[in-house]
């Protein structure tokens, strides 16, 4: 099973930041979103589709179907600078996507 | 507070092998099972091996099935992973996280890393 993931994203200052992430039928599967940057551990952001763990900022929000999953960042700040990835399960086997790396110019 | 560090990265020649160890401080390790995922040089995210909470349950990524095993020790807290055969595709950042469990609807359980390690560098190269 493959997660696809755009490489980067850019996006201004306050603006909303949209990070696709697609599979076969991805909608009937669950999905994780971390947060990686560079230097330090991955981050969870999302899980479970849309629920956000505390600390999470509730700018993040995520959402799920059909072939695509989505990650989208509401008044993105210069501290969302980062690589995202998703992720999803194929069994016991965890999936990960090639990672998005956003830009906040 | 709740942590996770790893230990036992460093350089080693092709064919060799290596035993990272991932301690966890500030929360009941047994309730929790533990994955490894690594991170190549310039690349992304790499899911290597999980263990269930209890040790009943093992799983390794394809490519490293048959070298790599993962094992718990619960008296000291520690998950380790040993690395047999090592080749220089290998060579990433190796990160340890904690599984925690949402219980779904119905019953089933969707299983997601919500603490992560700072990771350890293993370097395969002659």
């Known amino acids: 099973y493959e997660l696809t993931q755009t490489p980067s994203v850019s996006v201004s200052p306050g603006q909303t930041a949209t990070i696709p992430c697609s599979g076969d039928?991805?909608?009937?599967?669950?999905v994780s979103w971390y947060q990686h940057k560079p230097g330090q551990s991955p981050l969870l952001v999302i899980y479970?589709?849309?629920k956000r763990p505390s600390g999470t900022p509730q700018r993040f929000s995520g959402s799920n179907s059909a072939n695509t999953a989505t990650l989208t960042i509401s008044g993105t700040q210069a501290v969302d600078e980062a690589h995202y990835y998703c992720?999803?399960?194929?069994?016991?086997?965890?999936?990960f996507g090639g990672g998005t790396k956003l830009t906040v110019l | 507070q709740v942590q996770l560090v790893e230990s036992g990265g460093g350089v080693v020649q092709p064919g060799r092998s290596l035993r990272l160890s991932c301690v966890a401080s500030?929360?009941?390790?047994?309730?929790?099972?533990i994955h490894w995922v690594r991170q190549a040089p310039g690349k992304g995210l790499e899911w290597v091996a999980m263990?269930?909470?209890?040790?009943?349950?093992?799983y390794h990524e394809d490519s490293v099935k048959g070298r790599f095993t993962i094992s718990r020790g619960d008296s000291k807290n520690t998950v380790f992973l040993q690395m047999n055969g090592l080749r220089a595709e290998d060579t990433a950042v190796y990160y340890c996280?904690?599984?925690?469990?949402?219980?779904?609807?119905?019953?089933?359980?969707?299983?997601?890393?919500?603490?992560w390690g700072k990771g350890t560098t293993v370097t395969v190269s002659s």
């Open positions: 996280a904690r599984e925690d469990i949402a219980v779904l609807p119905g019953g089933d359980y969707y299983y997601y890393m919500d603490v």
């Open positions: 500030a929360f009941t390790f047994s309730d929790y099972g």
């Open positions: 263990i269930k909470y209890d040790g009943s349950q093992k």
């Open positions: 039928k991805l909608g009937d599967r669950y």
């Open positions: 479970q589709d849309y």
């Open positions: 992720q999803a399960w194929d069994s016991s086997t965890a999936i």
